[in-house]
């Protein structure tokens, strides 16, 4: 087949993650003809981002764009979430869901602003990240076409597997990371790390200890307890006091890191459950959420205290449900979603108030 001369066919900003599946994804589109400009977001995940922008430049973008986006999923959308008392099936924190609409709105203004005439991602057909990124894709601007190669025959076929991926890296003389492929994909920000697939398809599989990455197993976690002291205005948290080394933390981001560091160290914020995807397949999860389990117990708490008892009971039934469904669905740029965030502040003027909590395991 004679060669596509790259740009015919337009550019694509491509979500890009510096691992083996999207740069060969990226070599793959401008094979096919387009000239291809990376996209990063910095949502608090543990990332050389500069050795990420090396390696994309040198396989073949024009361009590359790291987004500091952790201050913006802290304010608009992690503490709504908390707000809400959120989740989706009664026990999943929403970590994954929360970042992909931070992720998506900077994409395409990135996209718009730079003349793209594409999107793409690496999401796979089996995921819900991929209704995630295209519905909000779609919503901020129809007239971007997505290319989503793991739905496109040509290129499953092509990269039946991890080898397939390997050996067309070694032909095209894409940097390939020495570190062994573990047995199951991870997915992280500053609010939680998701793992799944693999090995953990098997729901009679016990992870294996060194699978979780944030917290202390609770079972080597400290005897002694932490205590600190979370402070809510309206809702959100505004300040974290730590009553053993007088730690006072205010800002938003740093707030929530702090919790994080905390949450960490005493074992705190691990599940392994079964979830209903959004696109008709069961999945097992197992999640690491630190700060956000302390911050939402603690809410959840004074709100028993100062909530008036028909306002938390409408909430209860009305909006936080659904506000955690239209966020596992990826329905946060929809007419329904951006009337339910509207309603969230309106249940949370009376919360106001400190709530002492003990760390222990």
């Given at each position: 087949?004679?060669?596509?001369?790259?740009?015919?066919?337009?550019?694509?900003?491509?979500?890009?993650s510096?691992?083996?599946d999207?740069?060969?994804?990226?070599?793959?589109?401008?094979?096919?003809?387009?000239?291809v400009?990376?996209?990063?977001?910095?949502?608090?995940?543990?990332?050389?981002?500069?050795?990420a922008?090396?390696?994309?430049?040198?396989?073949?973008a024009?361009?590359?764009?790291?987004?500091d986006?952790?201050?913006?999923?802290?304010?608009?959308?992690?503490?709504?979430?908390?707000?809400a008392?959120?989740?989706?099936?009664?026990?999943?924190?929403?970590?994954?869901?929360?970042?992909?609409?931070?992720?998506?709105?900077?994409?395409?203004?990135?996209?718009?602003?730079?003349?793209?005439?594409?999107?793409?991602?690496g999401?796979?057909?089996?995921?819900?990240?991929?209704?995630?990124?295209e519905?909000?894709?779609?919503a901020?601007d129809?007239k971007?076409?997505?290319?989503?190669?793991?739905?496109?025959p040509?290129?499953?076929?092509?990269?039946?597997?991890?080898?397939?991926?390997?050996?067309?890296?070694?032909?095209?003389?894409?940097p390939?990371?020495?570190?062994?492929?573990?047995?199951?994909?991870?997915?992280?920000?500053l609010?939680?790390?998701?793992?799944?697939?693999?090995?953990?398809?098997d729901?009679?599989?016990?992870?294996?200890?060194?699978?979780?990455k944030?917290?202390v197993?609770?079972?080597?976690a400290?005897?002694?307890?932490?205590?600190?002291?979370?402070?809510?205005?309206?809702?959100?948290?505004?300040?974290?006091?730590?009553?053993?080394?007088?730690?006072?933390?205010?800002?938003?981001?740093?707030?929530?890191?702090?919790?994080?560091?905390?949450?960490?160290?005493?074992?705190?914020?691990?599940?392994d459950?079964?979830?209903?995807?959004?696109i008709?397949i069961?999945?097992?999860g197992?999640?690491?959420?630190?700060?956000?389990?302390?911050?939402?117990?603690?809410?959840?708490?004074?709100?028993?205290?100062?909530l008036?008892?028909?306002i938390?009971?409408?909430?209860?039934?009305?909006?936080?449900?659904?506000?955690?469904?239209?966020?596992?669905?990826?329905?946060?740029?929809?007419?329904?979603?951006?009337?339910?965030?509207?309603?969230?502040?309106?249940?949370?003027?009376?919360?106001?108030?400190?709530?002492?909590?003990?760390?222990?395991?």
């Amino acid at each position: 087949m004679s060669a596509v001369a790259p740009g015919s066919k337009g550019k694509v900003l491509l979500a890009y993650s510096g691992g083996l599946d999207t740069s060969c994804i990226l070599v793959w589109l401008i094979e096919q003809g387009y000239e291809v400009l990376a996209y990063m977001a910095n949502v608090g995940q543990e990332e050389d981002f500069e050795a990420a922008r090396e390696k994309a430049l040198k396989v073949g973008a024009t361009k590359v764009f790291i987004e500091d986006l952790r201050r913006e999923l802290v304010e608009e959308l992690v503490i709504p979430t908390i707000q809400a008392n959120a989740v989706y099936e009664t026990v999943y924190l929403l970590g994954t869901s929360v970042a992909r609409p931070v992720i998506a709105r900077s994409q395409v203004a990135i996209a718009q602003r730079e003349g793209c005439t594409h999107v793409s991602h690496g999401c796979t057909g089996k995921g819900n990240d991929q209704v995630r990124f295209e519905l909000a894709y779609y919503a901020l601007d129809p007239k971007l076409q997505v290319i989503a190669p793991w739905r496109i025959p040509e290129f499953y076929k092509r990269f039946p597997g991890r080898n397939a991926l390997l050996e067309y890296a070694a032909e095209k003389s894409i940097p390939v990371s020495q570190t062994p492929s573990k047995p199951w994909s991870t997915d992280e920000n500053l609010f939680h790390i998701s793992y799944e697939a693999g090995i953990l398809e098997d729901p009679n599989v016990t992870p294996p200890k060194d699978m979780w990455k944030l917290t202390v197993d609770p079972e080597e976690a400290p005897n002694t307890p932490e205590r600190i002291t979370i402070t809510f205005k309206a809702g959100k948290p505004v300040r974290v006091t730590n009553e053993a080394d007088g730690t006072d933390v205010t800002d938003p981001l740093d707030l929530f890191l702090y919790l994080n560091t905390v949450a960490r160290r005493n074992g705190v914020g691990r599940i392994d459950i079964v979830e209903n995807r959004f696109i008709g397949i069961k999945s097992r999860g197992c999640y690491e959420t630190p700060g956000g389990t302390v911050l939402r117990a603690a809410h959840i708490d004074l709100e028993g205290l100062v909530l008036d008892r028909e306002i938390r009971a409408y909430r209860d039934e009305h909006i936080t449900p659904v506000f955690g469904k239209i966020m596992y669905n990826g329905l946060y740029f929809s007419p329904e979603g951006d009337l339910i965030t509207k309603m969230v502040p309106l249940t949370q003027t009376n919360v106001n108030g400190s709530v002492r909590v003990k760390l222990y395991k």
